[in-house]
T-cell receptor, first 114, second 115 residues
Framework: DSGVTQTPKHLITATGQRVTLRCSPR?????VYWYQQSLDQGLQFLIQ???????AKGNILERFSAQQFPDLHSELNLSSLELGDSALYFC?????????????FGNGTRLTVT | AQSVTQLDSQVPVFEEAPVELRCNYSSSVSVYLFWYVQYPNQGLQLLLKYLSGSTLVKGINGFEAEFNKSQTSFHLRKPSVHISDTAEYFC?????????????FGEGTQLTVNP
């Protein structure tokens, strides 16, 4: 058990809809990351937060947004969903933003867009 | 920018045989390297990491990896695999101070251990 909690585990929704994925980081970790895993693109970094502030942005679409709250949990919002957004979305956390701070991953949320 | 190439998408082996999963990276700055394992329906779990020092790194579950700067490689090895090692393995890099702790992952190698 990594200590990172993601909810829900599975989400099935229709095109055009909006969903929110939630992540609680490991106790003591200040940084949260979101990754998307799909068959054709592999593991893609979306966005990183540190102590409530956006730290880095990767291949995140404009239809997607995220935030980290004062209690350090994070939410990833996906809107105007398309079939291609179907994927496994992982949250990870780390203590700091230092390069030697390992990432701890949750079990992911599997999103299916129909 | 950094990148990671995992040279084999699938590696089938028999139980108790040795295995090597190959990883090459591309970066013009110093790198930190990681191997993660993903079991079915689970998240990624850290196997081992190279930050500095000895180029041979030992991890959990009997795995080890060797950092080779001249060949820009970080291959993962295990001398004798078990059925329970069947999983997907990801090599990842953190390169340069600007990347911080975020990682760039390879495409993954599916290791299948057959009886």
């Amino acid at each position: 058990d990594s200590g990172v909690t993601q909810t829900p585990k599975h989400l099935i929704t229709a095109t055009g809809q909006r969903v929110t994925l939630r992540c609680s980081p490991r106790s003591g970790d200040l940084s949260v990351y979101w990754y998307q895993q799909s068959l054709d693109q592999g593991l893609q970094f979306l966005i990183q937060y540190y102590n409530g502030e956006e730290r880095a942005k990767g291949n995140i679409l404009e239809r997607f947004s995220a935030q980290q709250f004062p209690d350090l949990h994070s939410e990833l919002n996906l809107s105007s969903l398309e079939l291609g957004d179907s994927a496994l979305y992982f949250c990870a956390s780390s203590f700091s933003t230092a390069r030697n701070s390992p990432l701890h991953f949750g079990n992911g949320t599997r999103l299916t867009v129909t | 920018a950094q990148s990671v190439t995992q040279l084999d998408s699938q590696v089938p082996v028999f139980e108790e045989a040795p295995v090597e999963l190959r990883c090459n990276y591309s970066s013009s700055v110093s790198v930190y390297l990681f191997w993660y394992v993903q079991y079915p329906n689970q998240g990624l779990q850290l196997l081992l990491k190279y930050l500095s020092g000895s180029t041979l790194v030992k991890g959990i579950n009997g795995f080890e990896a060797e950092f080779n700067k001249s060949q820009t490689s970080f291959h993962l090895r295990k001398p004798s695999v078990h059925i329970s090692d069947t999983a997907e393995y990801f090599c990842a890099v953190s390169a340069g101070e600007t990347s911080g702790s975020r990682l760039t992952f390879g495409e993954g190698t599916q290791l299948t251990v057959n009886p």
